[in-house]
């Protein structure tokens, strides 16, 4: 199989994030206080959240148009410039609140804090039908649209179901990449990929990573919200798609995970892409899961190329 994503839009909404990474030494302890000291050799920039989603498309050879909110602030030029660079279209709105950053300081290969700059969105009304109306004309010319969500503000209710029933009227296949505890918002989506914490946080108490209890509460969870299906991610145990026609699990494909953070990213990323040049879901699946096999192995919010990706597949 050689696969070519040239041809395929996708629209990404969502929280958008900048990830930096510090990376440095550590020799000593600190003598104000018992940390370790971080001596700096590099740092670095990567986008995150629902740009990381986009970024992962256009490593894929796929066209992304991302949209979400950022702050008059040099993150959020950053973010900009760094989009711009890997061909990315950006429809941003501008807000007073600081663009979303996590800072990771990296002693060796070990995390030893994250900083986080952020606040929760809250658009204005106004601003919010405006942007509707945007999103709305993007839509039409869209196949596919991924709803990237990490409860930062920007998927509010409101946007959620606008953005789900404005796809349905014109056709356009609806990913959602979930968070949080109000899924009610996400009726009507084509396919939900959460991972087996947050099928926990829907349900009210912990999963167990097991096929049997993985399927029950995926299914109770479709038939509560009206929805299609969900693509579980299931970390060293692979993903599992569940819905009233079918139940599929699939083993990982990676055989050492370095790094899980960005994985669901790529695995959003590789399936619509694949959904949208034609694959059916099953191989579609297989395709992600591939995909999420290859970055789990690199350090921090990674994408692989489509050559990557081929020479795996």
Same mark, same amino acid.
């Given at each position: 199989?050689?696969?070519?994503?040239?041809?395929?839009?996708?629209?990404?909404?969502?929280?958008?994030?900048?990830?930096?990474?510090?990376?440095?030494?550590?020799?000593?302890?600190?003598?104000?206080?018992?940390?370790?000291?971080?001596?700096?050799?590099?740092?670095?920039?990567?986008?995150?959240? @629902?740009?990381?989603?986009?970024?992962?498309?256009?490593?894929?050879?796929?066209?992304?148009?991302?949209?979400?909110?950022?702050?008059?602030?040099?993150?959020?030029?950053?973010?900009?410039?760094?989009?711009?660079?890997?061909?990315?279209?950006?429809?941003?709105?501008?807000?007073?609140?600081?663009?979303?950053?996590?800072?990771?300081?990296?002693?060796?290969?070990?995390?030893?804090?994250?900083?986080?700059?952020?606040?929760?969105?809250?658009?204005?009304?106004?601003?919010?039908?405006?942007?509707?109306?945007?999103?709305?004309?993007?839509?039409?010319?869209?196949?596919?649209?991924?709803?990237?969500?990490?409860?930062?503000?920007?998927?509010?209710?409101?946007?959620?179901?606008?953005?789900?029933?404005?796809?349905?009227?014109?056709?356009?296949?609806?990913?959602?990449?979930?968070?949080?505890?109000?899924?009610?918002?996400?009726?009507?989506?084509?396919?939900?990929?959460?991972?087996?914490?947050?099928?926990?946080?829907?349900?009210?108490?912990?999963?167990?990573?097991?096929?049997?209890?993985?399927?029950?509460?995926?299914?109770?969870?479709?038939?509560?919200?009206?929805?299609?299906?969900?693509?579980?991610?299931?970390?060293?145990?692979?993903?599992?798609?569940?819905?009233?026609?079918?139940?599929?699990?699939?083993?990982?494909?990676?055989?050492?995970?370095?790094?899980?953070?960005?994985?669901?990213?790529?695995?959003? @990323?590789?399936?619509?892409?694949?959904?949208?040049?034609?694959?059916?879901?099953?191989?579609?699946?297989?395709?992600?899961?591939?995909?999420?096999?290859?970055?789990?192995?690199?350090?921090?919010? @990674?994408?692989?190329?489509?050559?990557?990706?081929?020479?795996?597949?």
């Amino acid at each position: 199989m050689d696969l070519n994503f040239n041809s395929c839009k996708i629209l990404i909404v969502g929280d958008v994030m900048l990830d930096k990474y510090y990376f440095g030494k550590v020799e000593r302890i600190s003598p104000e206080a018992p940390v370790p000291i971080v001596n700096i050799v590099t740092e670095e920039s990567r986008l995150g959240g @629902a740009s990381n989603v986009a970024n992962n498309i256009t490593s894929l050879g796929g066209q992304a148009t991302l949209c979400g909110a950022i702050g008059y602030d040099f993150f959020g030029k950053e973010i900009e410039r760094m989009a711009h660079r890997k061909g990315i279209k950006t429809d941003f709105v501008k807000t007073e609140q600081p663009t979303i950053t996590k800072a990771r300081v990296i002693g060796g290969r070990q995390q030893i804090v994250r900083i986080d700059y952020e606040q929760h969105l809250e658009l204005p009304d106004k601003t919010r039908e405006d942007f509707q109306t945007h999103l709305a004309e993007l839509i039409q010319d869209s196949p596919t649209l991924v709803i990237s969500d990490y409860g930062k503000g920007m998927i509010s209710e409101k946007l959620c179901t606008f953005l789900i029933q404005t796809a349905k009227g014109h056709g356009t296949r609806v990913i959602v990449d979930p968070k949080g505890q109000n899924w009610k918002k996400y009726a009507g989506a084509d396919l939900i990929t959460p991972n087996v914490k947050e099928l926990g946080d829907i349900i009210g108490h912990p999963v167990k990573n097991e096929d049997r209890e993985i399927e029950e509460v995926a299914l109770e969870i479709i038939h509560c919200y009206g929805l299609s299906a969900l693509l579980v991610t299931r970390s060293e145990k692979g993903m599992s798609l569940i819905s009233d026609q079918e139940i599929l699990h699939i083993p990982t494909h990676s055989q050492e995970v370095f790094d899980v953070s960005g994985a669901g990213d790529t695995v959003v @990323a590789a399936l619509s892409l694949a959904l949208t040049s034609g694959q059916e879901i099953t191989n579609a699946i297989r395709i992600a899961n591939v995909a999420a096999g290859v970055v789990v192995k690199k350090i921090g919010t @990674a994408t692989l190329s489509i050559e990557e990706l081929n020479d795996n597949l």
